[in-house]
Nanobody, 124 residues
């Protein structure tokens, strides 16, 4: 089992920045590729970003490209999402996820483990 705990959510005005973190425990962190997803009220959970096990490959949804940056620290068992130039449409609950598969479709919800989520609210 892998336990994932997100932190860093909150409220910010449009144009502001926020950094989300996800702390993992329970298994060898570097055995898992990591992803961030988000779910707005009444909408489906969608892909935001992902990072390969080694951190050498990064993936982003078009809607966040050039604004969000994902990174991981395998020594500290953490993955983070730096979010800049936030927009009201970025408002959602953000989820951290882990999967053993280190290739293929990163936007699928087929991840092995999920965190409980952290709320991000961006006001205009």
């Amino acid at each position: 089992q892998v336990q994932l705990v997100e932190s860093g959510g909150g409220s910010v005005q449009a144009g502001g920045s926020m950094r989300l973190s996800c702390a993992a425990s329970g298994r060898t962190f570097s055995d898992y590729a990591m992803g961030w997803f988000r779910q707005a009220p009444g909408k489906e959970r969608i892909f935001v970003s992902a990072i390969s096990r080694s951190g050498s490959r990064l993936y982003y949804a078009d809607s966040v490209k050039d604004r969000f940056t994902i990174d991981r620290d395998n020594a500290k068992n953490t993955v983070s999402l730096q979010m800049n130039n936030l927009k009201p449409e970025d408002t959602a609950v953000y989820y951290c996820a882990a999967r053993t598969k280190d290739y293929g479709d990163w936007s699928t919800l087929n991840y092995n483990y999920w965190g409980q989520g952290t709320q991000v609210t961006v006001s205009s």
